[in-house]
Structure formats: C-alpha cells, structure tokens
C-alpha cells in the first residue's frame, strides 16, 4: 500500500491509529479481480467455447481417457492439478456439461432439466468422452499449452474445437460488471449454417431449447442485447376439465412450473381443482379444471399468469484477445466456422509435413540399402568419417530428393539395423513411396481445396453424429394474451356515489360489479367528469358519481351519451363519444370546461344504442315551443373532447327517456363456447351470428321451453339447452312431442310470441316428453314404427311438417301425428327453401373514425397497460340517467 493512502493519528492515550483510504485499494485490487472473474471465471472463450473449468475439465478427461468410464470424482480430483477450483464448483460444471449430451457420456444419476433433480454425488456417477468429443475437441498437434498454476503440468491455452460448440451448448455466466448469456441452438441447424456461410450464403439461427416447448423468436436480435425470446409450455386439452402440459418453458422445471400454478390460483388469478405431476423421461402435468370453466380460456390464463411463458433476454459476450467482446450468434457462427477451416488447414499442413518427411526418409532408405552405401563405413574408424562417407556415397541419387540430406537423415540410416537390411524388399519400399506419394497429393489437393474439405468435414459430422439431434422447439409467432381477458373476476367492486368513493373495501355500500385487481374502472361525475382508475380497497373519484363500469381500452362499440349545460346559465349541448385511451387517474372534463357546468342526461351504451328522450324548456319568456324529442341516432359519434351539438340556448327543466336505442353500431359476431355454456366474442366454440342491438337470441330446451334473449356475455345457460342460434322472428319453429296425458305423438308448429318471456309449448304433465324441434323453414321427418306381434313392421312414413299443420300459437295443442306405435323418429334435410332477405337501417357504422382516434391524449401513458376488455359490470349501461 503506497504511503499517500495511510495517515497516522494520535488518541489521547497516546496510541497510534492507522487509516487508510480505500481509494487505491479500489483502483487496483478492485479492477484485478474484476478482470480475473470476467476472464477466469463467467465468460467463455470465442476460439473453443470454453469457460477456463470447463476447458480443463476436457483435458483432464482426455488425460484419463481409456475408453472405460471414470468415477467423476477421481476426474473432479485431476482437473485440480491444473487450477484448484474446487471439487464442488469443477464437479457441477461437469454435471452441466454431462447434462447437454454432447461431449460427455454419462452413467448414473446425473439429475433432471425437466424436473429440477440434481445429480448424485460425483462419488457415485461416472463419465468418459463421447465419440464426438474426441473426434471435434482434441488435437494435440495443434494445441498450444501454457504452464499450470503452479508450473508443474502443461495445460491447452484453447482446445482446438472445430466445431459451433458454444452455440450447440450455449452459456451463461455473471461476473463483475457484465454478463453473457448465449442460447442453445440445433446440432443439425448449425452444420447446415456452417456449410452454407463456406458457400457464401446467407443463413439465420434461432435456439432449440433441451427442454422443447413453443417459442417466439421475433424479436430474437441475433441473440445480442436487447433482444427477446418468449417460450411458452406444450398445452393441451385433455378432456373439457383436463389440461396437459408435456413440455415445458427453457429455464424453468417441472417443480418451479407447478408452484407457479400453484400461486396463481392462491392468488385468484386462474382457477384450479389440483394439479397432478406424472413426470418420468417425458414431462406429463395434469391440470384438473372446475366443472364450468372455459379450457381455452384457462390455457391463456396460465401463459398470461404463471411460468408456463417466460421471456429469455439473450446476451452475446465472449472473450476474445483477453477481452469481452459483445457479438451475436450469426457472427459468432462466422468465426467458429473460419477458425474451424484455419484448424483443419493446419492439421492438413502438419500431415502433409509428416507424409513428405515419411517420404523423404522411405527414398533415402531405398537409396541406402539399393546402392549398399552401408558398406563404404566398413573401414571407417571415426563417427565423422561414417557421417562423410555416407553422405559421399547418397550423393549421385538425391538429386529426386525435395530437401537436403541432414546429419540427422544420415544418423537415422546408421540406426537401420542388419536384419532389416538383409530382409529389404526393393518392390514393397516402392509401393510404400508411391502410397506415401498419393497420401501427399491427397492432402495437396484437400489444401487446395480447402473450402469443400471443410463443406465434406462439416457433412460428416452431421452424417455421423446427426441422428436424434432433430430440432426440439416449436417455433411460433405468439399472439399476445390480454391478462384483463383471461383473469378470474375475483373480487367485487362497490360504489358511494353520494360521497365519490369507489373501491374493494365499501361492502355496505352499493355493489357494482365484479371484477379484478388488474382492471382500470371508469366513472362519471353529475358535473361531466370523467376518471379512470386502478382497482384499490378505496378511491376518492369527485362526489355525485353516476356511472361505474370496468373500462375496456380501445373499445369503440360502447357509446356515451350526453346532455350537459355549458356553465352555469349557459345554453345545452348534446354529444355522443367513445373512449378509447385515457392517462390513468387523470381528470377529464366531458363539458365545454365553463365553471358549473352540470348533465342533464347521460347514458352508456355497450352496442352504440341510440335512445330518444323529451326535452322539456322553463316557461321563460315568450318561448313557443317548450317540449320537443331529441333522437340520439341523430348525432354523430365524435371524440370525447368535441363540445357537441346544441340543443337549446334556453333553459331546460328537465329530460325524460322517451324511448330505449337500438345500435347504431355495425353488427357484433358471437360465438358460443359449448364446453363453458357462455358466450363469447373471442372467436371461441362455434359462430352463432352477427348481431345488432335488437337481435335476439333463441334458446330452447329438452324440458320445452323456449325464450328469446338479448345476446349479453353474462348470460348462463341450462345444461339441457338444446337450441341456440340467432332468432328470425318470422321463422317457425316445428316440434314434435309426447303428450302423456293422451299418450299420443302431437306436431306444432309456432312462433314466440312475447320476447323475453319464458314459454312452455309441451303439455305440463310428468310424462310428456319432446321428440324432435327443427327451426328450418320447411322441416322433414321420417317416422319409424314399432312392429306389432303377428304383423308385418308399418314402412316407415316421411312427414312434411310444413305441409302437415299450418303455424299456430305457441299454447295450441297440435296435429296428432299418427295413431301407430312409432319406435322412434328421424330428422331429415329440410326441403329448399329461399329465405327472405333481413334488411336493417343500421347496416352502416356511424362511427367518425378519424375524429376518435384524435382524442387529445390518445397516446395514453404507458401505466395504463393493464386494462380490462371483458366488463361483466351491467351499472347503468343500456340505461340513461336523468337529472
């Protein structure tokens, strides 16, 4: 420590006290561990994809490599002779390394990526190279080695991998400052990368996770930084309460995927009945649903909720030059690949030496034993004169040679022992010259042609090693899931409107709806304000609230109408808007802004539903006309910030609802999701029709009942509901029945009567049963009769139902059918039928687009992400306020 950084101090005792400033301290102690974690530790190396224990990990098994398995505690014990790691942090890397199986075959317990089980203790668990490994790491040839740690041993400074291993394995790490964090990819995808950039083409890489699942790659940023990965888990519906899971997200397990579940339904997210794990080899979870509960919907609320999706950021570093380099797969792959070819021309060069050094020697031994050169050392008594004399006598025959005679050549041939000599076949050494010379030109020509030995070498290794390694991930582009749409409602929203509390916690107060706490709900003031705001146990919205409801964003079919008076003795505006984006928590005015402005009436629509109400003017004055209707239908719909159209510059004493609205919106498509009995306008379950705000719906059921309904998602339906689809008023419906008071068959045939009102068209005794209803135009049925003993079955008999009867009220009795026994009866085609065209006034939106989308803050802010688009609240929608 340099002296500047220490001072000393006297005490009152007299004793001295050091200080010392920990700025030098930081400066260099700091920095050199900083670069030894980020260079010894985290970081994997660009030349051979190895972390420094990883890579002496290799070279241990490579010292011990036999063939036969090695306790990986006796290889945990050699890899310390080269950096004293420690047996636990060298016996876990060796674990991860065994468990991407590739470079290691494993024996033993050596844990489970799906279920999170770890390893047996390396006392227990063998390994040795795989065919792989000692085919593509290891080269000793061409390795360069730097002393151990303490200088005893020679280690590889990088093993000569030639092959994409750190982007076949992946890697992560952290050390101080950075980290990496590399993505597998596919062992094929890469060769096939790798043969395709020596052809100079272009190729793309996307991972392939050990684990399988569904990802989403798009925004993948060739796996540098910044970039995004969404894996999502294998889904199924087993049976309509029963889900599977069979693969599972890149980073989580089994057990971390169930607690997450588990979580989820503690908090009221999702809803669950239990939860099964059966997994062995494979991933198999069984998630048991309540009896009611959409699967579809559920399987969205599990990827929206729980860990069966998770988003991987991906982060290309490496150390290249005893630097972290930050570089994405595509790049990465380059060089791997080009120093692969560098590899694999060194290795052919340093043959090519071998073979022509073979050569050289094989000539000058022909040369020696041909010519018997041996014989001119005879009569020499000194080394050199053995050296000289047979120098002198290869002289005459070298001139073929491709090098000079060395002392050393010369030596090697005094070794060349009698025997040999006297066994020396002249036409063998030729042969074993002229292999030599094939094997020469061979590795000249693969030099040559360096680029296709490579594309051969690459081609190779998929032929030999590809097998099994197909691509595991499914690649997919995800749609996002709305987590306001999936989430179980699961609390209840109450409302002081009086004093302008919303909130969780009022339960004396009134009840609105229920919703949950992801939601954004949405109110009203009598004096034109408008707030939207996140669910809480208690919020302070303005006194004198008139309308709550859970806000859907961008939602441009529910529909705001308004009467407002512009200040305090101004005239009367009259304005229709939607809302489609809002700042959470911020105050909107819907009036013109004057001070004591105040509604006259308000109402929200769901379906763009235009009602006329009757205005009513103060006797003030010479005014005539005190009394006039005003329709809604009539108003464009505009931004919420538009001032509106004006009713009156006189002053109202009040506004009365004349008469409900229907839409003004075009038609809505519905859908029905027979698995949860509810409808939907999600797309889920089978397409019932397009509905304006007075369709109805048809619903009869097995009991004989039968009702039209407005088409609202909260409706529930009877388990014995065995008609629903969009009612024609003017259509009939046909049924056939069994009376049992009069124990005979009847057909009937009607139209509703009265919308809404339940209606019974079978008689009410206990044993009247419904046999057949049709809602064709012209239905067809064909009768089969029971046979009678002794008799020849009656051939069965096909029934016009419209020509049978004629359409009678719903509470008439009908056509007896047929005195017979009938076994049973069969519906037939429906005979053709044209039916009449519906036309409706409301075909077109009225909707001005371009002035909703330019509400002054249409940006929204970003807080306001998480709103709810599936409002079960019914408040006051549909209904309008009067004040």
């Not at 101004?570 to 001070?595: I, L």
């Amino acid at each position: 420590m340099s002296e500047e950084n220490e001072e000393l101090l006297n005490d009152e005792s007299g004793n001295q006290e050091t200080i010392t400033k920990v700025t030098g301290m930081y400066k260099d102690w700091f920095l050199d561990y900083a670069s030894y974690v980020i260079l010894e530790r985290a970081v994997p190396a660009i030349e051979d994809g190895f972390k420094p224990v990883q890579r002496r990990i290799m070279h241990s098994m490579k010292d011990l490599d036999d063939g036969r398995y090695n306790k990986v505690a006796n290889i945990v014990g050699h890899t310390m002779q080269y950096h004293p790691h420690g047996d636990a942090s060298i016996a876990d890397a060796m674990v991860q390394i065994g468990q991407k199986d590739l470079l290691i075959d494993t024996q033993g317990n050596w844990g489970n990526i799906l279920t999170g089980d770890r390893a047996a203790a390396s006392r227990y668990i063998e390994a040795r190279l795989s065919k792989f490994a000692l085919d593509v790491v290891y080269n000793p040839k061409i390795t360069e080695w730097q002393a151990s740690y303490d200088g005893r041993r020679k280690e590889p400074i990088n093993l000569p991998v030639m092959f994409p291993l750190l982007l076949a394995q992946g890697g992560e790490g952290i050390a101080v400052g950075l980290s990496t964090k590399i993505l597998p990819h596919n062992f094929i995808e890469l060769i096939d990368a790798s043969v395709k950039h020596l052809k100079g083409k272009r190729f793309s890489l996307m991972p392939d996770f050990p684990t399988a699942g569904i990802a989403d790659f798009t925004n993948y940023n060739d796996g540098m930084r910044g970039g995004r990965v969404r894996v999502r888990a294998k889904i199924s519906q087993r049976d309509k309460n029963t889900l599977v899971i069979t693969e599972i997200p890149f980073g989580t397990t089994t057990s971390s995927l169930i607690d997450s579940i588990l979580k989820a339904n503690d908090k009221g997210k999702i809803k669950i009945k239990r939860i099964e794990d059966n997994t062995a080899a494979e991933v198999e979870i069984l998630v048991h649903l309540p009896s009611g509960l959409s699967p579809d919907k559920t399987i969205d609320a599990l990827y929206a909720f729980t860990s069966c999706e998770t988003s991987i950021s991906p982060l290309g570093c490496v150390i290249e030059d005893n630097k972290p380099f930050f570089v994405g797969v595509t790049e990465m792959l380059r060089r791997s690949t080009d120093n692969t070819v560098q590899l694999l021309k060194q290795e052919l060069e340093i043959k090519l030496g071998e073979f022509e050094e073979q050569w050289h020697f094989a000539s000058l031994e022909r040369i020696f034993i041909e010519n018997r050169i041996y014989r001119d050392i005879e009569e020499e008594e000194t080394w050199e004169g053995v050296i000289e004399a047979i120098d002198k006598g290869l002289q005459p025959h070298i001139k073929h040679l491709k090098r000079e005679v060395t002392t050393e050549d010369i030596t090697r041939l005094t070794e060349i022992r009698i025997k040999r000599i006297s066994k020396f076949d002249i036409d063998k050494a030729q042969q074993k010259i002229e292999a030599l010379e094939d094997q020469i030109a061979e590795v000249k020509h693969h030099l040559a042609n360096l680029i296709d030995y490579a594309i051969a070498y690459f081609e190779r290794l998929k032929k030999d090693y590809g097998e099994g390694k197909e691509r595991k991930t499914e690649i997919r582009v995800f749609d996002d899931v709305d987590a306001t749409k999936v989430v179980i409602r699961n609390t209840k929203l109450y409302v002081n409107r009086e004093e302008g509390f919303i909130g969780t916690s009022l339960r004396r107060d009134e009840y609105v709806c229920d919703c949950s706490d992801i939601d954004d709900i949405i109110c009203f003031t009598a004096d034109g304000k408008m707030m939207v705001t996140k669910v809480d146990t208690k919020t302070f919205i303005g006194k004198n609230i008139i309308h709550v409801a859970v806000f859907k964003k961008k939602d441009k079919r529910t529909i705001y109408n308004m009467i407002y008076r512009d200040g305090k003795k101004g005239p009367s505006y009259v304005k229709r808007f939607a809302v489609t984006s809002m700042t959470r928590d911020r105050e909107y005015d819907m009036t013109n802004g004057n001070k004591g402005s105040s509604l006259w009436y308000f109402s929200a629509n769901p379906n763009g539903e235009a009602e006329v109400v009757t205005i009513l003017l103060r006797q003030v004055g010479s005014i005539k006309k005190l009394k006039w209707d005003l329709d809604f239908s009539d108003v464009l719909i505009k931004g919420r910030s538009s001032k509106g159209n004006l009713v009156t510059k006189y002053a109202i004493k009040r506004v009365e609802l004349k008469e409900k609205g229907v839409s003004t919106l075009k038609p809505r498509k519905i859908w029905f999701d027979d698995t949860v009995q509810r409808l939907n306008v999600d797309g889920r379950g089978e397409l019932i029709g397009e509905f304006r705000g007075e369709d109805r719906l048809l619903i009869i059921t097995q009991s004989g009942m039968a009702k039209t309904i407005i088409p609202e998602l909260t409706t529930h339906f009877e388990d014995d509901m065995i008609v629903l689809e969009k009612w024609v008023p003017k259509k009939p419906i046909s049924a056939i029945y069994y009376d049992g008071e009069k124990e005979r068959y009847y057909v009937k045939r009607f139209l509703i009567e009265q919308e809404g009102k339940e209606e019974t068209f079978i008689s009410d005794h206990p044993s009247s049963q419904l046999e057949v209803i049709s809602t064709d135009w012209r239905p067809m049925v064909d009768v089969e009769f029971t046979k009678e003993r002794g008799k020849d079955r009656k051939p069965n008999m096909e029934v016009n139902l419209e020509e049978f009867i004629a359409v009678k009220g719903i509470n008439a009795l009908g056509n007896q059918l047929t005195r017979d026994k009938i076994n049973q009866i069969n519906i037939l085609d429906p005979l053709p039928y044209e039916a009449p065209e519906e036309v409706h006034a409301d075909d077109l939106e009225v909707i001005d687009e371009e002035t909703v989308d330019s509400d002054e803050d249409s940006e929204s802010s970003s807080d306001s992400e998480n709103t709810s688009n599936d409002s079960e609240g019914k408040d006051e929608q549909g209904q309008g306020t009067l004040f």
